[in-house]
C-alpha cells in the first residue's frame, strides 16, 4: 500500500492537533464567561441518548450575561432551532479549533442584524447558516452574543463546547485552562453488580444488585462491608458524581478505573470523544436504571456492540470470569479532571448459587453483529446490523387492540434495551374509518400508564410503517385532532395587552406540531418558537410594520398529520 507525503503530513498534523487540544499546557484560551463559575453539566456526563459535549456555565438564574470570545476566531456558523442549542454560534480558531455557544439569547448587533434578514428572505425561524471567513472576525474577549435559555435548555446557562473543527471531535474544555479550579474529589454512592450469563449470580441471584456505600478514612468501603458473592461472566458499575468545589451543583465523572487484585482491568476516560459516536452513551449507561429509578450508573464493562473509543486497555471489555474459588480484592477509583479522586475497595468471593437456573421463554435470538428480523400477519420487524449492543433473546406478545385504536397492542420485546441506529417497524391496521389513512399514525403506549406518544409512520396497502429507536408496546390510532392556539397578548381579537410584541401559546396533542406561518397584512413575520414551553414571540418590527394603523394578525399552525388551526385577529399598532 502506497501513501503520498501530502498524505502522510495530514496524518500527521492531524495526529499532533489531537494532542495539543487534549494537552494541559493550552494556554490561549480564556473563560466565555465572566467569575465566579457554577456548572451545571460537565464534559462527557450521561445523558438521554448523547453524552455531554461541553460544560454547561450556570448564570445565576439570570439570562443577558455577556459572553465572550475565547479565543482570537471568526464566526463560521449560526444555528437556530426551538430545540437542541437553540441560539447558537460557532467560531473557528486558527489552531483547527472550534468553539461552540449555546442556548443563547440574542448575538452581537451586526449578526443578529444578518441573521434577521436571512430569517425573513427563507420565511422560516430555524435556520442553519455557514459564513465565510472574512464575514464576522472577533478578538479573544470582545463580546460576541448574551446567555439565554432557549433550545432544550432547562434554564437559563450557556453551553460551552470545543471541537476539533475538521473531524467535528469534542475535546473536553476544562483542559484549555479557562480559569476554572476544583480541588473536590467526586462523591461514590453505591457499585452495582451484574451477573452477564445464564450461569452467573449476584448472591444467590442471577439479576443485578446495588450494594450502598459509606466513607471510611482513605476512601470508601461497602456498607455490609461483608465480601459480595459472585459467580461467573460478572460486570462492574458505580454510581458516582462530581461537585466542583463542593459547590452541590451535581455534575458527571471523569474517569474510572477497575482493579483486581492490585492489577488495573479496565476504565474509561472522557478526555473527547466523537460527536457521532454519541448515542453509545446508551451502552455505557445503564439505561434500564435509568428509566427505572432515574440514575445515572456508568458501566465498568463493554458490551460487544459498543465500539465507543474511551476505554483503555483498548482491546479489554471489562468482564471478569470469577470462577476460581478465590478471595479477590476489588478496587474502583474515581477522578474528575482535575486528578481529584475517591476510592472505592471491596472483596469479592467466587460461590456459585444453589438455585437453579430458570430459563426465560423468547420468542426468537437476535444477534448484535447481523441484522435481524422478526413478522407474522400482524406486524414487520426489521432492526439493522449494529443497532443492538449485545445479543438479546427477544420476545413478543400481543393483544387486544386498546380503546379507540386499530390494531392488537404488540409488545415488541420491552422499552429497556436501547438501540444505537433506528429499525423498520410495520403494523397491521384494521377498519380504519373511511378516509382517515393520511391520520393513522403508530404510538407506544405506555405499560404502567396507558399514555400514548407518537410514533409517526406511513399508510399503505393496510399497514402503517414507521422508524423508531424504541422498544415496547405499540398500537395504531388516527389523529384528527387539530392544534390548539392560545393568544397571550391579546384580547378580544384586537387589544393588545403587550405594545411591543405578540405572544400565543400552540401544542398539539399527539403527533406533535409540524409547522407554523404568521403573517401580518399577508405577509410572513418573524416568530420564535420555543418548543419546551410551546411560545411562540414575535416582536414588533417598525421599520417592516407601519405604525399607527390597524394590521391583520394571521397563524396557521399545522400538525404531522396535516390538522391545521387557524387564528386571525385586527391589531392596531
Known amino acids: 500500500m502506497r501513501v503520498s507525503l501530502s498524505s502522510f503530513v495530514l496524518v500527521i498534523c492531524s495526529i499532533f492537533t489531537l494532542y495539543a487540544q487534549n494537552s494541559h499546557d493550552n494556554e490561549s484560551f480564556i473563560s466565555p464567561i465572566k467569575p465566579p463559575f457554577f456548572f451545571a453539566g460537565d464534559f462527557g456526563e450521561l445523558r438521554p441518548s448523547h453524552f455531554h459535549s461541553g460544560l454547561d456555565f450556570r448564570t445565576q438564574g439570570k439570562t443577558g450575561l455577556p459572553v465572550y470570545a475565547v479565543k482570537d476566531g471568526y464566526i463560521s456558523r449560526i444555528g437556530i432551532s426551538p430545540t437542541g442549542y437553540g441560539n447558537a454560534l460557532y467560531m473557528n480558531h486558527s489552531d483547527g479549533t472550534t468553539s461552540v455557544y449555546g442556548h443563547l439569547s440574542k ?34 474577549g470582545e463580546i460576541i452574543a448574551w446567555t439565554g435559555n432557549s433550545g432544550s435548555s432547562g434554564g437559563p446557562h450557556l453551553h460551552f463546547e470545543i471541537r476539533d473543527t475538521r473531524s467535528e471531535r469534542a475535546f473536553n474544555p476544562i483542559f484549555n485552562h479557562l480559569g476554572i479550579t476544583d480541588n473536590s474529589a467526586p462523591k461514590i454512592i453505591a457499585l452495582y453488580c451484574y451477573p452477564l450469563s445464564e450461569n452467573s449470580n449476584v448472591g444467590q441471584d442471577r439479576v443485578k444488585k446495588r450494594f450502598e456505600v459509606v466513607t471510611v478514612p482513605g476512601g470508601y468501603r461497602l456498607k455490609s462491608n461483608a465480601p459480595v458473592q459472585l459467580f461467573g461472566k460478572i460486570g462492574f458499575g458505580i454510581q458516582a458524581e462530581d461537585y466542583f468545589n463542593g459547590t452541590g451543583l451535581r455534575c458527571g465523572i471523569y474517569s474510572a478505573t477497575l482493579i483486581c487484585d492490585g492489577k488495573e482491568l479496565f476504565g474509561f476516560k472522557m478526555d473527547n470523544f466523537s460527536l457521532l459516536d454519541a448515542r453509545y452513551a446508551n451502552s455505557q449507561a445503564d439505561y434500564e436504571e435509568h428509566l427505572q429509578s432515574n440514575r445515572w450508573i456508568e458501566r465498568l464493562f463493554k458490551f460487544p456492540g459498543n465500539y465507543l473509543d474511551i476505554y483503555f486497555p483498548a482491546k479489554g471489555n471489562g468482564i471478569l470470569n470469577l470462577e476460581d474459588g478465590k478471595e ?16 472505592l475497595k471491596f ?57 379507540g385504536c386499530y390494531s392488537e397492542l404488540h409488545q415488541v420485546h420491552n422499552m429497556f434495551v436501547p438501540l444505537h441506529i433506528p429499525y423498520s417497524l410495520s403494523i397491521k391496521c384494521n377498519s380504519l374509518p373511511n378516509n382517515m389513512e393520511d391520520k393513522a399514525l403508530i404510538v407506544s403506549v405506555n405499560p404502567s400508564t ?35 392556539i392560545l393568544p397571550l397578548s391579546i384580547k378580544d381579537k384586537k387589544r393588545l395587552t403587550d405594545p411591543h410584541k405578540v405572544q400565543f401559546h400552540i401544542a398539539d396533542d399527539l403527533s406533535g406540531i409540524k409547522s407554523y406561518r404568521g403573517e401580518i397584512d399577508g405577509k410572513w413575520v418573524l416568530f420564535e418558537y420555543d418548543e419546551k414551553t410551546g411560545t411562540l414571540t414575535h416582536t414588533f418590527d417598525p421599520e417592516r410594520m407601519p405604525m399607527g394603523r390597524s394590521h391583520l394578525l394571521r397563524l396557521v399552525v399545522t400538525d404531522n398529520r396535516e390538522n391545521r388551526s387557524e387564528y386571525k385577529a385586527i391589531i392596531y399598532k
Not at 479477590?328 to 476510592?343: C, G, M, Q, R, W
Not at 432492526?383 to 393483544?399: H, Q
Not at 396507558?450 to 389523529?479: C, H, M, P, Q, R
Open 328 to 343: 479477590h480484592n476489588f478496587e474502583i477509583v474515581v477522578s474528575d479532571a482535575f486528578k481529584n479522586k475517591a476510592d
Open 450 to 484: 396507558g399514555k400514548k406518544t407518537a410514533i409517526g409512520g406511513k399508510y399503505s396497502k393496510g399497514w402503517v410503517n414507521a422508524e423508531t429507536y424504541l422498544l415496547g408496546s405499540f398500537t395504531v390510532t388516527i389523529d384528527k385532532t387539530p392544534p390548539t
Open 347 to 403: 472483596r469479592c468471593v467466587n460461590k456459585r448459587s444453589q438455585l437453579p437456573y430458570k430459563n426465560k421463554p423468547f420468542t426468537k435470538q437476535f444477534f448484535y453483529d447481523k441484522a435481524n428480523e422478526f413478522e407474522n400477519e400482524k406486524i414487520r420487524i426489521q432492526i439493522p446490523r449494529g443497532a443492538l449492543y449485545d445479543n438479546l433473546k427477544f420476545d413478543y406478545k400481543s393483544s387486544p387492540k386498546p380503546l
Open 107 to 140: 448575538f452581537h448587533p451586526q449578526i443578529q442584524e444578518y441573521l434577521t434578514g436571512k430569517q425573513y428572505d427563507r420565511e422560516s425561524f430555524q435556520i442553519n447558516l455557514t459564513l465565510s471567513s472574512d464575514k464576522f472576525i472577533f478578538k479573544k
